[in-house]
């Protein structure tokens, strides 16, 4: 449960279990606010979020400066939000994040899910001092309804309006009040591009979704063009865009627990790549009579530590949830 503190004379709004960065609100309310910007120091880089999913596909936009304020914080309908305040990558298709587990942020294969079923749900774990918060990478919503009906119904209503527009100097669609007026160039936007992937799937066709951005100045939060969901590239304005979310998991929501047990000094902050690897596969399935019944295996689990001489000795998964499919995960380590 979020922990809402009104300070003296009713005029900040403290939400301490709000996630990394700043915790009062700057502008709007609790039930739509904003936090302000977050680094990718104190959240996530764009190396971090891409290794999370291994999704390598497309270029790096090497206009964002490591240590910068990569991230802009909202508050929604009791979910804490952090979208990309530039896209990260260029020339990727909504299939590319699908089959990294990028898309969605759900516990399970998705609404619509592609030939190759892929699983939704990663999570990322980030220490802010000693608190450990989860949070689970996904592509904004542009809509209130998936799938979108054909002709762009509900224009205005996802995130990428009601959140990023809020931030933005772009005038269409009455979106008020307006968080802050950042210009097209500090969102990354060029008038006409770039073109951002959003998670819904139209509804006369499975294989399409829509990007937004692409519009002339002054539509760019209406705008949007209809494309495959294989697409990397279209239009005049050339490849598509990946601008990611973060959404937190609250604390008092079910997660794949991270019990690691660590034999070092002073705390430091793993980052987990390859966490799972899904099968339905009986032939991949652990031999261990104990977990036989697995219907989902971890095979491999690899560990990274920034600035830290560390090495894992021993990992393993040593339990699992049948209703979440979730492991706990378990290592000891060694200088």
């Not at 772009?170 to 992937?197: C, E, H, Q, R």
Request: aromatic share 10%.
């Amino acid at each position: 449960m979020l922990e809402t503190l009104l300070s003296t004379g009713g005029k900040a709004i403290y939400i301490g279990n709000s996630g990394p960065g700043p915790k009062t609100l700057v502008a709007g309310d609790a039930n739509m606010g904003w936090f302000g910007e977050v680094t990718d120091t104190q959240l996530f880089g764009i190396n971090q979020v891409t290794a999370a999913g291994s999704m390598y596909q497309g270029d790096d936009n090497t206009a964002l400066t490591p240590g910068s304020m990569h991230w802009l914080k909202f508050i929604w309908n009791g979910k804490i939000i952090y979208i990309a305040k530039r896209p990260f990558r260029q020339n990727v298709s909504w299939a590319d994040l699908y089959a990294a587990g990028l898309v969605y942020g759900t516990r399970d294969t998705g609404k619509y899910p592609l030939a190759t079923p892929k699983h939704q749900f990663i999570q990322m774990p980030k220490y802010e001092g000693e608190k450990l918060w989860v949070l689970k990478p996904r592509l904004p919503t542009a809509y209130n309804t998936d799938p979108v009906l054909s002709g762009n119904s509900g224009t205005y209503t996802g995130e990428w309006s009601q959140l990023l527009g809020r931030c933005s100097v772009a005038t269409d669609g009455s979106i008020t009040p307006k968080f802050a007026t950042m210009t097209y160039v500090a969102l990354g936007w060029t008038n006409s591009s770039p073109d951002s992937l959003t998670m819904e799937t139209l509804s006369n066709n499975v294989n399409q979704c829509n990007v937004r951005g692409d519009g002339g100045s002054g539509q760019i939060m209406g705008a949007y063009r209809t494309i495959l969901k294989t697409d990397r590239v279209s239009g005049a304005s050339g490849g598509h865009y990946w601008r990611p979310v973060l959404e937190l998991i609250p604390d008092d929501q079910a997660k794949d627990p991270y019990a690691l047990l660590y034999r070092t000094l002073g705390p430091f902050t793993p980052v987990i790549n390859d966490v799972r690897q899904w099968t339905n596969s009986p032939a991949l399935k652990v031999v261990s009579p104990k977990q036989k019944n697995w219907a989902y295996q971890l095979p491999v689990a690899t560990y990274s530590f920034v600035n830290q001489a560390i090495k894992p000795s021993a990992a393993r998964g040593t339990a699992e949830s049948s209703s979440l499919k979730a492991f706990t995960i378990s290592g000891s380590y060694v200088a």
